[in-house]
């Protein structure tokens, strides 16, 4: 096992905060840190927070940022509707104390040091704001009550800050009144989007969603032609040739799973994992090449954008007739179907309740919704023996589970995936409790914020998780960290190459595909990667 | 404004109520305000400051049902749920609350993460969970066993609760444990708040002043009952005056007296305008009062409106051929 790299030792956050009261901080955004901002040309098929009333090209170096003559009053009018509109919001305004609780609970403040990024702080960005313009006592009392008045300055801050936070809610689980910082970030992001200031990631995301189904832009024809591929290396490492359905009317399942898995490296081999399984089961199932994006990137702007990506995936399921949709491993994407996607589109009249045809599982906790978590899927299938699995295969790894944000504190998904994990590999070590199930560390990139110009705050936070991964890899000789979110997948590798070196990353239906063992299948001596089992060493 | 301002203008303010005080207690003329007018327009605006405040949040939507899920959901029937930290009932949801409101559950979670060599280092630390608890505590039950100036006869259960609290004996008269608490824990908060750098960083003055009034609320209670006695014969009648409506301003009660009435008046009157009001808060907050049963319940948006979803056939029509030529079925050939 290799040592911790030399800047490792070498790093010396210093958590202690600079002297003098944070309201007096200059405006100091730092390259590296920040996301680029969308161009209103981007936006201009969607027709949301594009800037074209206005017109104007955000830099983010200029002085200027380019806002419309009126940016105060729209800024406060959304506020204003906001605050109206979310019993959240307000009350999460209003009733902080400041007990520091949530101070050294965010990944980016640990990482950073920058006192900004305690939550307390970057919700009071936006509640000294609020004390200043929206209370009596704030505006007789200024600065004495912790108000200000909203100011260019005080705009750039709350900006800049506002994307240095995943909505992971880490620090909510630890707050004595469940403040979420998240949903204040939400608020934060979507007033300011009413000033068409989000970032190019998003927005872009957001653009290509709309028309393609997918963020990765890819047309219906890519989109088939990504997973063909992927049929072909199983076709090379497993031998079992086989060919899913698309778009196909009256299958009985749907199944919608964020288009990362589609096309990227490693979240291509979680996919191998979907298709094995559910040839394996022989599912009557169908992909949709138009509802082809789980994630909900309008998530990260505005609730309406978000609605309005989501929308796609019971339109798609009407389409075709199924009985019910089945998705994949995905984050904030749970969290949206969890918490939202019923009450903005039910009551869901068109589809039945969703029975596990391999086992009969009524999948009562999902009876209104009328969606199931893959975990939940093939936990119930294994309990069931439903699946012939070796394990053994899987004992060059050991494995430790990243519990993704979303689906540990915006869903409670805690169990199903350890149990599918120890039932397809013999070697499964918890990272320290602290770091682990409700209490666990984003990525470091959630929320719309892996871009690639912003990698040292990426970088910086994720040093938490890939911290207590280092102590496992020590430790017990980890090698390989599952996950269950396409954003995980995509963010934790360069984390690793940097903090990690010798430690892969897997979906958790990669794990289960490796160790299934299907009819017909041919030898298995390699993985679905295509490595050669006895020999691999797994790498970020 | 640094923390000295901070610092300084909260503490001026809560001194400067004790002057005034003092000086209007030592005019007779001026008893009455003290004893009688203040406190009732302080009650008042509490009441109906209080009352506005917890309507207006009740009033406002919870467009969406998101509590924070600090447990196993309620999933498959062999998978353990943790009914408390993620609850799917009512009863699961009253269970987390009392937690919350009785046993501050979630600060008991409070681990502080330090910097050693490069690696994050986690330790337990409840001292701010057993101080808040310490704090909240005995200040309830100082202003229950308030209630025996109020009340009479008094309750069997209050002079119960002052025997309990006085039980040690030491001193005459009886010195109470939550008295020594009060402070203690008020002092720790404020001292923390001034020590620790992170505290200190992001302390406002209205996070001081209330510490200060409460402070000087503890201190000049103790003060009377040991030190500067005063006449409690007197200020049994005037409490009951004020409960019974039939307000009465005794002679003679000593002017420390009035400075205590006058802090607690101005507690009482800063209340709903202030952070206190979390008192009322953390019942309507919505992370932590709702159950994680959206998929099995549908939750109701009160001002939920349709958006426009690009549609399947706007998707076709755009990808007619493509999809054609990849075998991908269409609506329209």
Known sequence: ?540 | MGVKVSLGVSLGAVLAIVVVALVGGEVSALQPVFGILVPYAAFAIFLVGFIYRVVDWGRSPVPYRIPTTCGQQKTLPWIKQNKIECPSSTLGVIGRMILEVFAFRSLFRHTKAEMASGNIVYGGSKWIWLGALAFHYSFLIIAVRHLRLFLEPVPFLINGIDLVDGMFQIGAPTLYLTDLLLIGAVSYLLVRRLIVPKMRYISLANDYFPLFLILGIGISGVLMRFFIRVDIVGVKELAMGLATLHPVMPEGIGAIFFVHVALVSTLFAYFPFSKLMHAGGVFLSPGRNLANTNRAKMHVNPWEYPVKIHSYEDYENEFREKMKEAGIPVERE
């Open chain 1, 1 to 540: 096992m290799a040592k911790n790299p030399e800047y490792y030792e070498s790093l010396n956050i210093d958590y202690k905060p600079p002297r003098g009261n944070w309201m007096d901080r200059p405006v100091d955004i730092k390259s590296g840190i920040y996301c680029y901002p969308a161009r209103p040309v981007v936006l201009e098929n969607v027709g949301m927070n594009d800037r074209s009333d206005w017109g104007k090209y955000w830099v983010i170096e200029d002085e200027d940022w380019e806002l419309p003559d009126d940016w105060k009053e729209r800024f406060l009018n959304k506020m204003r509707d906001m605050l109206d509109k979310y019993r959240t919001f307000k009350i999460y305004m209003d009733i902080c104390v400041r007990c520091g609780a949530c101070a050294d609970k965010c990944h980016y403040f640990l990482g950073s040091g920058d006192p900004m990024n305690m939550p307390v702080l970057r919700a009071e960005l936006l509640r000294s704001i609020y004390r200043g313009e929206f209370t009596k006592t704030g505006k007789i009392l200024g600065r004495f009550a912790g108000a200000r008045k909203l100011t260019k300055n005080a705009l750039k801050q709350l900006w800049y800050y506002m994307f240095q936070c995943s909505e992971c809610r880490r620090c909510s689980v630890f707050c004595p009144y469940g403040i979420d910082t998240a949903e204040i970030t939400i608020m934060g992001r979507e007033i300011m989007n009413e000033l068409g200031m989000n970032i190019a990631w998003v927005q872009e995301s957001v653009s290509k969603c709309i028309h393609t189904g997918n963020h990765l832009g890819l047309q219906p024809q890519a989109y088939k032609e990504c997973i063909d591929a992927m049929l072909w290396d199983i076709e090379d490492n497993v031998g079992i040739t086989f060919e899913p359905t698309f778009n196909r009317k009256g299958a009985e399942i749907l199944f919608v799973t964020p288009s990362g898995d589609v096309f990227a490296d490693p979240g291509i081999f979680t996919l191998a994992g979907y298709l094995m399984l559910f040839e394996h089961l022989g599912l009557d199932y169908t992909w949709s090449t138009y509802a082809s994006e789980g994630g909900d990137f309008g998530y990260f702007t505005a609730n309406e954008m978000a609605k309005r990506m989501n929308g796609k995936i019971y339109n798609e399921a009407k389409r075709l007739g199924v009985k019910w949709i089945l998705g994949g491993e995905c984050g904030h994407m749970w969290r949206v179907l969890n918490q939202y996607m019923t009450t903005w589109h039910g009551p869901i009249d068109f589809l039945e309740e969703p029975v596990s045809p391999i086992t009969g599982t009524k999948f009562e906790n999902a009876k209104a919704h009328k969606m199931v978590h893959i975990m939940e899927f093939v936990a119930d299938l294994i309990k069931h023996n439903k699946l012939k699995l070796d394990p053994s295969r899987n004992d060059h790894l050991k494995v430790t589970y990243h519990d993704s944000c979303n689906p540990s504190r915006g869903l409670g998904l805690f169990e199903e995936p350890r149990y599918v994990i120890k039932n397809v590999c013999n070697h499964f070590y918890e990272m320290p409790e602290n770091t682990i199930r409700e209490q666990t560390y984003c990525c470091g990139s959630g929320s719309g914020l892996n871009a690639s110009e912003n990698m040292e705050l990426r970088l910086r936070g994720g040093f938490p998780r890939q911290n207590a991964l280092r102590y496992v890899a020590d430790k017990y000789g980890v090698n390989m960290l599952a996950c269950i979110c396409a954003i995980d997948r995509a963010a934790l590798p360069p984390a690793a190459q940097y903090w990690n070196p010798d430690v892969g990353v897997t979906g958790v239906c990669e794990l289960v595909a490796n160790a299934l063992i299907m009819e017909g299948e041919g030898e298995r001596t390699h993985n679905i990667r295509g490595f050669e089992i006895a020999t691999w060493e797994p790498e970020p």
